[in-house]
């Protein structure tokens, strides 16, 4: 059964830095493509960044980008997302995916429909 399960969230002043984890089971991480989403209350689900099977090709979104990093330690069969300089409009729910394995080793995915297995979730909230 394969499991996806985020941590490291929580309470968080502006300016503050958080790293999320996103950890595998059942499947091998090395062959999987993975990436982060996040949904605020009464928004739509967003891509935040995500990562290739080979861990070379990371992409980011407009709203993160230069504050956040991606990287992935296949033998923890584990992603981790830095996130730095957050600001309250980074409060969400943070959700990690895997993508079966398809397409250039080297490839990443921005969009949800390529992805076949989610986590339940972390919640970030950052305070003003």
């Known amino acids: 059964q394969v499991q996806l399960v985020e941590s490291g969230g929580g309470l968080v002043q502006a300016g503050g830095s958080l790293r999320l984890s996103c950890a595998a089971s059942?499947?091998?991480?090395?062959?999987?493509?993975v990436g982060w989403f996040r949904q605020a209350p009464g928004k739509e689900r967003e891509f935040v960044s995500a990562?290739?099977?080979?861990?070379?090709?990371?992409d980011y979104g407009d709203s993160v980008k230069g504050r956040a990093t991606i990287s992935r330690d296949n033998a923890k069969n584990t992603v981790y997302l830095q996130m730095n300089s957050l600001n309250p409009e980074d409060t969400a729910i943070y959700y990690c995916a895997a993508s079966r394995p398809y397409g250039s080793d080297n490839h990443v995915y921005t969009g949800e429909r390529s992805y076949n297995y989610w986590g339940q979730g972390t919640q970030v909230t950052v305070s003003s």
């Open positions: 990562i290739s099977r080979s861990g070379v090709t990371t």
């Open positions: 059942g499947l091998t991480f090395s062959g999987y493509a």
